[in-house]
């Protein structure tokens, strides 16, 4: 349970977040400072469109493969149990800058390099065998594969919460296009 002061600017956004989840292949980048209901906002749109949140649960020692085994757990969410999710990303979540290069390859592509080691590639193989035998195509490695990936772009919608204060926001954005160029921007 939340409590939210709702008003006429709250509503606007989440009406805003709410229409770009509803597109395919959606992804949101809200900018605002601090306290101004990124987050909150992010998760009433996501449960009106009835939308798991995911989020990352950044602790000490937090570093690029526990990042990468969310990443993992995200993705079967979306590509194997094909469950709409919406990815909630704070720029205080960004330990290494290898994260924003991650996220950057899931909003052009769909697909994170070298996410998954070969002898891991077999259970997604697995499940997608019944999802291919419905759509009535072959069943080998690459077609799984893309069937995969086509299940995480479709049900998979990335919001990114970032501040413009500091020189942080400025460099992500001019390191990482796909930040502003795959995203729909919104501020706060």
Known sequence: AMDLVMFGDAIGNVCRIKRVLSM???H???????????QSLTRLASYIAQFKVFMLEVVRGYKAELFREDLKKLYERAGINGE????????TQVIESSFLE???GILTSGE?????????????????????????SAE???????????????????VLCMSPIG??????????????????????
């Open 24 to 26: 395919p292949r959606g």
């Open 28 to 38: 949101a980048m809200l900018v605002g400072v601090g306290g101004s209901g990124r």
């Open 112 to 136: 994170v390099s070298n996410l998954y080691p070969v002898d891991e590639l077999g259970n997604i193989y697995e499940a997608m065998r019944p999802v291919a035998r419905a759509a009535g």
């Open 102 to 104: 991650d996220v950057n």
């Open 84 to 91: 709409n999710t919406v990815f909630l990303f704070n720029d």
């Open 140 to 158: 080998t490695k690459d077609i799984l594969w893309g069937l995969f990936v086509e299940r995480v772009r479709a049900n998979m919608h990335v």
């Open 167 to 188: 020189d942080n926001y400025r460099n992500y954005v001019r390191m990482f296009p796909a930040l502003v160029s795959c995203t729909t921007i919104n501020w706060f």
